[in-house]
């Protein structure tokens, strides 16, 4: 007897979270432009205030648009449940602030996304909160980094700018036997090109904002929980496993076991540091993630076509991809991420930082912007737009040169993407 | 609330209140491989509504010690030793064959039985517990797919954000190996003539439930001398999740005698 089926990805990117409007009868997910809710009485009212129903009660805490998101998300990446926020870096403060107090202690991978790695290696730590970063390479950096008061583990599912792949399944292994859970940054990858819980991550977030909006019209973020980590049998967090003033003296593993986390992220996380996702921007997300399974084979297949004609270019010095066999994580890569490895990419060019200049100025279809993931292809030199004020020397500590150009590959027509940057890469040349 | 039960350190949720004699007891008894988080909303309700509330863990369920209890009728037994005095029962499933062997075992104790998503008798397909015997994955795929109406994947969760198959396969893959299968041969081997079964009972039955279709109800409706039902359009076997206020508004007008 063949067992019961779930619905595929591609199913659920189109139908997970929602049904039909019961009212109007809409097939689209409706944009509920609300602040607020009306109660049945005050009854109705106070249970809904207490947890003894569910429901919306104020869009800071849930809207019924953004909860489509969340469970749209939530289903194709196979996690209890998620919380949309503001964007990509409100999901990482929420899912920090969540677990982690003052004098606790995170080991995170160094090769992050700038914007993590401020929040992590400065602000945090004004509020007590110290990260040790380390190199993804070899995950036993993890735990030779870890103390008692470590909490979390940290890293990006593809590093920048290297594109070190996150060995996952040994870091969660490692994260596991010291109590403690693995978030990771699954931005670059998607639920479409990686199974992040499968391989063993607990957490994860996603910039919204990048692949899974893919249109580059709304700034957005996601965090999901795999349900899977057992934080009562760890002992080590006491917000969601011993009772909290500030919610009514609620222990909240106690009260709902596997949705602990996300019910603290959303009752204390959503109401006091306040960074919600607007319904409007629920519902671009939305559009987005309808074509996410359409959308990403094309990013992969022209990206391989880009890094192909990039490599034997006598302009390149090097290109930076994982499925190249020179990478340093291309086994990891091929038992990990078999359906590609993205499409944003860095590869350096001769002749520094004038011809990177000469080269952004040349492109016609790269739009020079300072995003990635978009359905538009987007170029960024670092040395003469976020990193101009580094020394060469500077720049090396993170992992660039004067010559590193970061493209993020979109869905144009492959014959035009190349032919754009041959012209431009001749035109570096003779810069 | 931690507490021991022959020796073994057993747990029932009380909704944060501590025991009140002056107030009614509600013990709330949990379907096969889960918890009494399954009962989030409902056993909370109670607590703040003039009861004690007892959500209970079974042995080598939630946080619960193991090893399981074998059979429906050990499973009473422990329910009465870890409830003291009168009470009534919600039991959802296995909890609700439970609940009426609870009430069949001690009518002088037991005062009202509601019995969400239940059979009777409760057969489970020799493949769903193959694959529990096994250990296998699937046992966890049947009883979160079975376990739900068919719309469930592809509609809104009434909790905002949560994504209910996600939910289910965590609490399953955070059982001891044999916990599950212990769990579907008590259902499946259970037996009672509920002769001794006096209390009012509430069958509240999901219109979509493929597990414990409602026509599976039908010998429980004959047997029982005091039995009303409730049916709840849309749910599946997941009432409590799926149909949350269905759900407790069924249990409300019963346990209000309204």
């Known amino acids: 007897m063949a067992g019961p089926k779930y619905p595929g990805f591609d199913t659920l990117a189109l139908h997970a979270g929602q049904s039909p409007d019961p ?21 109705h009212a106070a249970s809904l205030f207490n947890m003894e129903r569910a429901g919306h009660v104020y869009s800071r805490i849930s809207n019924p648009t953004v909860a489509v998101l ?73 735990r030779k980094a870890m103390r008692p008061s470590t909490r979390l583990l940290f890293g990006e599912t593809l590093g920048n700018p290297g594109l070190d792949v996150l060995d996952i399944p040994s870091i969660a292994g490692i994260a596991h036997e010291a109590g403690v859970p693995l978030l990771v940054d699954a931005t670059f990858t998607t639920p479409y090109l990686m199974q992040h819980f499968e391989l063993g991550a607990d957490l994860l977030f996603h910039s919204a904002t990048k692949f899974l909006g893919g249109h580059g019209v709304a700034i957005a973020g996601v965090l999901v929980d795999s349900g899977r980590f057992d934080w009562e049998a760890s002992g080590k967090f006491a917000t969601l496993t011993a009772p909290y003033e500030g919610f009514h003296g609620m222990d909240f593993e106690e009260e709902s076991g596997t949705r602990a986390f996300l019910l603290r992220a959303r009752r204390e996380g959503l109401r006091d540091f306040g960074a919600c996702m607007a319904p409007m921007t629920a519902f671009h997300i939305l559009q987005g993630i309808e074509t996410l399974h359409l959308r990403m084979p094309r990013h992969v297949e022209n990206t391989r076509k880009v890094v192909q004609f990039l490599s034997s270019h006598p302009s390149v010095q090097a290109v930076t991809y994982p499925e190249l066999p020179q990478h340093p994580d291309h086994a990891l890569a091929k038992k990990l991420l078999p359906h590609g490895c993205g499409a944003v990419f860095p590869f350096e060019l001769k002749g520094g930082r004038a011809a990177g200049r000469k080269f952004i100025e040349s492109l016609r279809v790269f739009s020079h912007l ?62 | 609330m931690n507490f021991s039960i022959d020796n073994r350190q057993a747990f029932a949720y009380t909704a944060a209140h501590a025991f009140d004699a002056g107030k009614p007891t509600l013990a709330f008894l949990h379907g096969a491989g889960l918890d009494h ?11 703040y509504h003039g009861y004690n509330v007892l959500a209970l863990d079974f042995p080598g369920h939630g946080r619960s010690e193991g090893p399981p209890v074998s059979t429906i009728a050990a499973m009473a037994d422990w329910a009465l030793k870890a409830v003291k005095g009168r009470l009534s029962i919600v039991g959802h499933s296995m909890g609700a064959l439970v609940a009426l062997q609870c009430a069949n075992r001690a009518p002088d104790r037991v005062e009202r039985v509601a019995c969400i998503g239940v059979a009777y008798p409760m057969k489970v397909s020799e493949a769903f517990l193959d694959a529990a015997r096994r250990n296998d994955h699937a046992a966890y795929d049947m009883e979160t797919i079975w376990g739900h109406a068919a719309q469930a994947p592809l509609s809104g ?24 299968y212990n769990d579907l041969k008590a259902c499946n081997d259970y037996r009672s003539d509920f002769e001794n079964v006096k209390c009012p009972v509430l069958l509240v039955l999901g219109k979509r439930d493929v597990m414990t279709p409602p026509r ?43």
């Open chain 1, 23 to 43: 009212v109007t009868g809409s097939r689209a997910v409706p944009v509920y432009q609300t602040t607020s809710y009306v109660f049945r009485d005050s009854e």
């Open chain 1, 70 to 142: 969340e469970e749209r998300v939530a289903a194709l990446e196979g996690g209890v449940g998620a919380i949309a926020t503001a964007s990509g870096q409100a999901a990482l403060h929420l899912a920090v602030a969540t677990l982690l107090s003052a004098g606790e202690h995170i080991v995170a991978s160094n090769s992050l996304y700038g914007g993590s790695h401020n929040l992590l290696g400065y602000t945090l730590k004004r509020f007590g909160i110290e990260t040790t970063f380390v190199s993804p390479r070899d995950p036993e950096n993890f």
């Open chain 2, 216 to 258: 599976s109800a039908q010998p429980l409706q004959e047997k029982l001398k005091n039995c009303t039902t409730a049916y709840v359009e849309l749910s599946g076997h997941s009432l409590m999740a799926e149909a949350p206020d269905a759900t407790l508004d069924a249990l409300v007008r019963f346990f209000s005698g309204t």
């Open chain 2, 157 to 180: 969760n009434p909790h905002p954000g949560m994504w209910m198959y996600g939910d289910m396969l965590a609490r399953l893959r955070r059982l001891a190996r044999g916990v599950l």
């Open chain 1, 370 to 431: 300072a995003n990635v993931g978009d359905a538009k292809s987007l170029v960024i030199h670092p040395a003469t737009t976020t990193h101009y004020r580094m020394t060469d020397a500077d720049l090396a500590k993170s992992g660039i040169t004067a010559g590193t150009v970061r493209l993020s590959i979109g869905l144009e027509d492959s014959a035009d993407l190349i032919e754009d940057l041959d012209r431009a890469l001749k035109a570096a040349a003779r810069a």
């Open chain 2, 37 to 47: 988080s399954t009962f989030g909303l409902q056993s909370r309700y109670f607590g």
